[in-house]
């Protein structure tokens, strides 16, 4: 039987024999192999007797090779570990050439490691970050289905454009160098697979409501698509979203469960991530260190997360935010690259961090935004120029949950629609669950990579998925 390391180090199998394998981290004296097999942060210490082995076996032992080893669990003798191997037995399983494996004993950049996105999850910061990552979907799960709700699979591939953006992926079997045309010389999307044009989804959404129409609470989670050329440290190509969506509820509700969900979430791995947590918060502080005084955060990673899950979100309306920043500092000395004029501006990046984190120094929901900013399902206020939209901005992270209720009456969507050139006869399906059985109801999504950039406290969204996509780069 292989015990996992984390099983060996709450010192259940002392003075048994055991049997481990992982890969080697480091290798000292000819004596202490440091093994680590991704159960846990922690490495376990086997010592082997040099003199009982060949010298061509002790050679092997190097960074990254595979071993397995049998021996007895004792209390150790050392500093820095509890317990340890006496190991008896041991095999190579696989070799690592020192001269070639890249991820040796020392701090590698990030940008380095992301070209080894194969190997990077062997270094203590990806291991942490995934198995915080792993925990959270754990974490989300348990909260939608603890609460009365479906998970629901929306289709990854689709004939709509759910936010009416155009930042889409086309999925096609047509032959990119002669593609058939129509008579007016167009490409012939009839004669394409499905028949029609399509492309990978960026958002389950309106799939989304069809079902809670029906089974009342839904909620997405899965991966979505998005072809902006954004090269920022926010934003993605292809990343996962969590998509609830509820009959019944209106934007009040809607933002009572988005606060509480993110709260719930994080207060799961504070929980039971807190080794992993220790380990980032420790590296974030040390990150923290090595930026100018101004752009340091005054808060440590577990300060910040608690302060998340300990206090209620600021609620504040569009028109309350546009006030408050164009009186600001910024704005008035024109350090905005943006700068706020008129009602109806549309929110940068720039704006939001100044929100959340000079004016309220908390998370923020802005709701009731002007209609001609946003999406086109969204429900209209009674002033006939906003509507119940909800953003939710964090520190750091900018945008983290985008919301609404939805517009329910059918003719009022429709009238919106054809305002905005969102095509009637591509969303049939879609105004059929205004036509029949309409009600109130409200969703919203987070964008999950951005969340495990909150909780893991990593500068870059593209170090908190596995094999990030970006523009010019899918290499893995
Ligand atoms: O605000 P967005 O575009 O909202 C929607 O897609 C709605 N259909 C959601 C709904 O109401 N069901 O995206 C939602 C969230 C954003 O707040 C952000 O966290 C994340 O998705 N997101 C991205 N994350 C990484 N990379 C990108 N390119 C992202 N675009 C959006
Ligand atoms: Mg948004």
């Not at 270094?123 to 792993?134: E, P």
């Not at 799960?141 to 629901?152: A, D, I, K, L, V």
């Not at 929100?355 to 923020?364: A, D, M, S």
């Not at 750091?396 to 905005?420: A, D, W």
Request: proline share 4%; charged share 25%; net charge negative.
């Amino acid at each position: 039987m292989i015990t996992p390391i984390q099983t060996l180090l709450n010192g259940s199998y002392l003075l048994q024999e055991v049997t481990v394998s992982g890969w080697v981290r480091t290798f000292r004296s000819n004596r202490f192999i440091a093994l680590n097999d991704g159960s846990t942060l922690q490495n376990l210490q086997c010592v082997v007797d040099f003199e009982a082995m060949e010298e061509s076996e002790l050679k092997r032992i190097t960074t990254g090779a595979a071993i397995r080893v049998q021996g007895t669990l004792v209390e150790s003798q050392g500093r820095g570990q509890t317990v340890e191997v006496q190991v008896k037995t041991m095999e190579i399983l696989g070799d690592a050439d020192p001269e070639t494996y890249p991820i040796q004993p020392k701090k590698h950049s990030m940008e380095f490691l992301r070209e080894q996105a194969h190997l990077r999850v062997r270094t203590n910061t990806f291991g942490a970050v995934m198995r915080v990552r792993s925990a959270l979907a754990f974490a989300v799960h348990q909260y939608f289905t603890s609460r009365g709700f479906y998970y629901f699979h929306a289709p990854i591939i689709t004939g709509s454009d759910a936010e009416g953006a155009g930042e889409m992926f086309r999925v096609t079997t047509l032959d990119p160098k002669a593609p058939p045309l129509d008579d007016a010389g167009e490409v012939n999307f009839k004669e394409d697979f499905f028949g029609k044009e399509t492309n990978l989804t960026v958002s389950g959404q309106l799939e989304a409501e069809a079902y809670a129409m029906a089974l009342g609470k839904v909620y997405t989670f899965g991966p979505t698509f998005r072809a902006e050329n954004s090269n920022t440290s926010r934003h993605l190509a292809e990343f996962w979203m969590i998509e609830p969506e509820m009959a019944f509820y209106d934007l009040d509700a809607n933002m009572d469960l988005a606060e509480d969900f993110i709260q719930e979430v994080i207060r799961y791995i504070l929980e039971h991530c807190q080794e992993d947590l220790a380990f980032l918060d420790k590296r974030y502080a040390d990150e923290e260190k090595s930026k100018p005084q101004a752009e340091r955060s005054e808060m440590g990673l577990l300060d910040k997360l608690r302060f998340v899950t300990d206090q209620p979100f600021k609620r504040v309306t569009y028109t309350e935010a546009i006030d408050i920043l164009r009186n600001s500092k910024p704005n008035k000395k024109k350090k905005f690259q943006y700068p706020i004029e008129a009602w109806g501006a549309d929110l940068q990046s720039e704006h939001e961090r100044y929100l959340v984190e000079k004016h309220f120094g908390c998370p923020v929901i802005l709701f009731n935004y002007p209609a001609e900013i946003k999406a086109f399902y969204m429900r209209l206020n009674e002033d006939g120029k906003t509507v119940r939209a909800m953003d939710i901005l964090f520190p750091g992270i900018g945008e983290i949950v985008g919301g609404s209720q939805r517009e329910e009456r059918l003719e009022v969507l429709r009238e919106k629609m054809e305002r905005l050139g969102v095509e009637e006869k591509e969303l049939w399906w879609y105004l059929d669950l205004r036509r029949f059985g309409t009600a109130v109801h409200s969703g919203f999504g987070l964008g999950f990579e951005r969340l495990v950039q909150f909780a893991t406290g990593m500068g870059n969204i593209r170090d908190v998925i596995p094999f990030p996509r970006t523009p010019q780069n899918a290499e893995f």
